[in-house]
């Protein structure tokens, strides 16, 4: 199998991630669970989803679709396609897969992973994380994780407009 074809194997929906959940289950695999835009991968992410994979065997991340992060970042988000988003996410060694949603949260993916352990960012408290009551209920734990500090996708954006500005 060719290397770009395992990162697209990554790329679940529907009947693929069903069959990879059961297997994954049959197997007890400690599944780790996390969200987000992912909009321009940077070094804060890489050690974010890194030290989240950490936590289990198999770490999936739902990415949110180019309509649910216009909705939720404004009309010129997404910079990347979802398509694009997945791949750059999905050719992280230890990102076992990507499940793309539409909704404004992940909610309905959540419980249809019934993840051991739901990550995101030190930013939320914990019981204010979507999911947590999912996680709780089935006696799966929901963990923060320390941001990198100085890097966000927004301050790329803004860095870029400013560059770009400043340079005419």
């Known amino acids: ?7 697209q194997r990554k790329i679940l929906q529907g009947l693929q991630l069903q069959q990879m959940l059961a297997y994954w289950h049959l197997k007890d695999f400690k ?5 987000g835009c992912f909009d321009i ?30 909705r939720l970042k404004g009309s010129n988000r997404p910079i990347n396609s979802q398509e694009a988003r997945a791949m750059v996410l999905a050719s992280l060694s230890f990102v076992d897969a990507i499940v793309i949603f539409d909704e404004d949260t ?45 890097f966000s996708t927004t301050s790329i954006e ?7 500005i400043g340079n005419k």
């Open 106 to 150: 992940p909610y309905e993916l959540i419980k249809k992973v019934q993840p051991d352990i739901l990550i995101k960012g030190s930013d939320y408290k914990p019981e204010d994380i979507v999911g947590y009551d999912i996680l709780k209920a089935k006696g799966g734990e929901v963990k923060t994780i320390e941001l990198v500090p100085g």
């Open 1 to 7: 199998m060719q290397k770009f074809e395992i990162i």
């Open 41 to 70: 991968l940077h070094a804060g992410h890489v050690e974010y989803l890194a030290k989240g994979a950490s936590e289990g065997d198999i770490l999936i991340i739902g990415l949110n679709s180019d309509d649910s992060v216009k």
């Open 158 to 164: 803004n860095k870029i407009i400013q560059n770009f």
């Open 31 to 35: 599944i780790v669970f996390t969200n």
